[in-house]
C-alpha cells in the first residue's frame, strides 16, 4: 500500500485529469456521497453528490475547449485514516463565448479513506476579493 501522502497525491492528479477532460463519471468518483463543496459561485455550498455533480455538468458546459488544470505548492498533511490538501490550481481554456481564459484560485480539500479508497469529503474554492470593488481578483500570479 502506498504512503497516504503518495495516494492524496494521486486523487488530486487524478480529480485534475477528470476536469481537464470533462469526464464527469470519473470526477464524481473521487467524491464521497455526502461530501459538502463550497465554489466560488452561489449558493453558499452543494451538499451531496447529486447536487456536486449537477454543479460540475453546468460549470463543464461553460467550456468549449478542455480545461487547464495546473497544480501547484501542493501542501499534504495526513494522519490515519483523514487527510488534508491545500494548493492553488489554474483553470484555463476557452469558454463557449470563444474567450480564452486562466485564472488561480486556492483550494483545500478534505480527505477520508473509505471502503472504495480515498474521497474527496469536502472541498472549498475560493478567489481572493477586492473588498473596495466586491469583485474577485483574477488576475494574481504564484
Known amino acids: 500500500m502506498l504512503e497516504p501522502r503518495s495516494e492524496i497525491e494521486d486523487l488530486i492528479a487524478a480529480r485534475s485529469e477528470a476536469i481537464a ?3 464527469l463519471d470519473r470526477l464524481m468518483a473521487l467524491y464521497a456521497a ?3 463543496y463550497f465554489d466560488l459561485v452561489p449558493p453558499l455550498r452543494y451538499v451531496g453528490s447529486d447536487a456536486l455533480r449537477d454543479r460540475f455538468a453546468h460549470w463543464f458546459q461553460g467550456w ?4 487547464g488544470q495546473e497544480v501547484r505548492d501542493l501542501t499534504i498533511t495526513a494522519s490515519g485514516d483523514i487527510a488534508t490538501a491545500h494548493m492553488l490550481i489554474r483553470a484555463s ?3 463557449q463565448s470563444g474567450e480564452d481564459v486562466g485564472f488561480w484560485v486556492r483550494a483545500s480539500d478534505f480527505c477520508q479513506r473509505q471502503d472504495r479508497g480515498w474521497l474527496i469529503t469536502h472541498d472549498h474554492i475560493s478567489l481572493p ?3 473596495a470593488t466586491g ?4 488576475d494574481l500570479l504564484p
Open 21 to 23: 477532460a470533462k469526464d
Open 34 to 36: 455526502d461530501v459538502v
Open 64 to 67: 468549449r475547449s478542455a480545461i
Open 93 to 95: 481554456g476557452t469558454r
Open 129 to 131: 476579493v477586492d473588498l
Open 135 to 138: 469583485r474577485g481578483v483574477h
